[in-house]
């Protein structure tokens, strides 16, 4: 297996609505297909309730969503499961207009590192 990639996750924070509006807004053109969530009139107050619900989740132990940092602490996008654990992570958002913008070590997509280090 190849190291992990140095990038650290921690659970969502209040302070990380501007983090995701921004992410979200970056990569509407490439994932809406899939996310229908990450829509091009994507707003503030959406990345302010979901995140909201998520510390909340978190909390009380319904979902473990999670926040993806670089090593200098720049917000790379977030994942999680399913409610009731990581069983079959997914991926919420990332920054960059592209999912390849995940891959920066060669064949290392950034989610399955977050997942092995969560």
């Not at 990038?7 to 996310?35: C, G, H, K, M, Q």
């Not at 919420?92 to 280090?117: E, K, N, Q, T, V």
Request: charged content about 20%.
């Amino acid at each position: 297996m190849p190291p992990a990639l140095p990038i650290s996750i921690r659970p969502y924070e209040l302070a990380d609505i501007p983090n995701l509006y921004e992410a979200a807004r970056e990569s509407t053109a490439t994932v809406f297909p899939w996310l229908p969530w990450c829509h091009p009139g994507y707003e503030i107050a959406e990345a302010r309730e979901w995140v909201a619900m998520q510390v909340e989740n978190f909390k009380a132990g319904k979902e473990y969503n999670f926040v993806i940092l670089s090593p200098e602490g720049r917000f790379l996008g977030g994942g999680g499961g399913p409610r009731g654990g990581l069983a079959g992570p997914a991926f919420h958002a990332c920054r960059g207009p592209r999912f390849g913008d995940l891959l920066d070590h060669p064949g290392r997509p950034l989610l399955m590192s977050s997942c092995i280090a969560w």
